[in-house]
């Protein structure tokens, strides 16, 4: 069963992007929204280890093999789905999904309204190229004053695009509406001198919630207690969460399928690989990447940084054609990393073309 939680920032958050913030070389530390599922499951998994009262130092040290969370070396039984964003309606909990880069809009020349779009691959036969592949298809749909849409769609307007419609203009929510970026400057201290170090200006770019609006995360193989507060968004920064009834959006069984990530995913070669672990006899027809985010970490096995690599990033489309899906996470996983899967990497929807 799984147990989805709401988190509530109790102060501003940081999600610091993978540009280096060193002192004296770099003054502008960014960040970014929503979080990459590496670091919100490195939040559950010290929210649990301090609500079972298992030492953090004990873990991180690899004297603790816990069947749920596991080693620094492995994982556990939990799996993350996630994160969402999410808001509070009117005292009703609605998630909010990422905007899919094949959805477009453009105002009316004549009538000054906004119109949405969906791109979808074409009907006609698959075009001449000379990729190392066949029956690839082009995306139509768009057209003069069409541009890439931005921001979240609510839950029906995502129900509606999973149909293959376009979403009404109602049901997109801007970003500004959800969360707005907040600009802190400051000094480095010398503590010995009791002032300022000389040249260590820096200026940090924190996320402020809007009211109501938090972050939705599904644990599957463990539950963390009812309700409580845990440490996410920066060094002794946390947020409250809560238990909250939540229900996926149901995938077609088979078809015309669409993929629409909801968290970062990793594949060697998106162009030149076996997609019937997550698709069965399904072909890709066609794609909306967006640019690629960079995304490491730290290694606590090791002690060490991950490896920085790229990952596709929510909002991109795959579409496959004779598709059936196998109800899997959408991402692979390099061969010497945790699975990327269970930490949340791969968190989609699924409809259809």
């Known amino acids: 069963m799984t147990q989805w939680i709401f988190i509530e920032q109790n102060d501003v958050w940081m999600f610091r992007d993978n540009k280096p913030f060193t002192a004296a070389a770099d003054f502008l530390a960014r960040s970014i929204f929503p979080p990459t599922p590496q670091t919100v499951q490195g939040a559950i998994r010290t929210a649990y280890l301090t609500q079972q009262g298992i ?28 994160p969402y964003v999410a808001r509070r309606v009117n005292g009703k909990l609605e998630a909010l ?17 906004l119109e949405v779009g969906v791109l979808k691959p074409s009907s006609q036969e ?18 003069d004053g069409f541009k890439e849409a931005s921001g979240f769609l609510t839950a029906q307007g995502m129900a509606d695009y999973l149909k293959g419609q376009a979403p009404a203009v109602e049901q997109i929510v801007e970003t500004s509406a959800v969360y707005t970026f ?22 940090a770019q924190f996320v402020r919630m809007q009211t109501g609006a938090g972050l939705l995360v599904g644990l599957e193989g463990g539950q963390l207690d009812a309700s409580g507060v845990l440490y996410i968004g920066g060094e002794s920064r946390t947020g409250c969460y809560e238990t909250v009834k939540f229900q996926a959006p149901p995938a077609p069984k088979e078809g015309r399928l669409k993929v629409v990530l909801l968290a970062p995913a990793w594949f060697e070669n998106v ?6 672990p997550f698709v069965g006899g399904g072909k890709l027809v066609s794609v909306v990447l967006g ?45 010497d990393q ?16």
């Open 271 to 276: 162009y030149h690989m076996d997609w019937s």
């Open 126 to 143: 698959a075009f001449a190229t000379n990729a190392p592949f066949e029956g690839w298809r082009p995306l139509a749909g768009g057209g």
């Open 338 to 353: 945790l699975p990327f899967g269970a930490m949340g990497f791969g968190t989609c929807v699924v409809g259809t073309w």
């Open 182 to 203: 907040e600009d802190r400057v400051g000094l480095a201290l010398d503590r010995g001198r009791r002032a300022n170090r000389q040249g260590h200006f820096y200026r």
């Open 291 to 335: 640019k690629p985010q960079p995304i490491s970490g730290w290694d606590v096995a090791h002690n060490r940084p991950k490896p920085l690599r790229n990952f596709i990033p929510m909002g991109s489309v795959f579409y496959f054609e004779g598709g059936a899906w196998q109800n899997q996470p959408f991402t692979q996983t390099p061969d």
């Open 55 to 82: 030492s953090l130092k004990d873990f991180m040290a690899g004297r603790v093999d816990d069947p749920v969370i596991g080693s620094p070396a492995k994982l556990g039984a939990l799996q993350i789905h996630g």
């Open 97 to 113: 999904y990422p905007m899919p880069m094949d959805v477009l809009k453009r105002t009316n020349k004549d009538t000054h309204k």
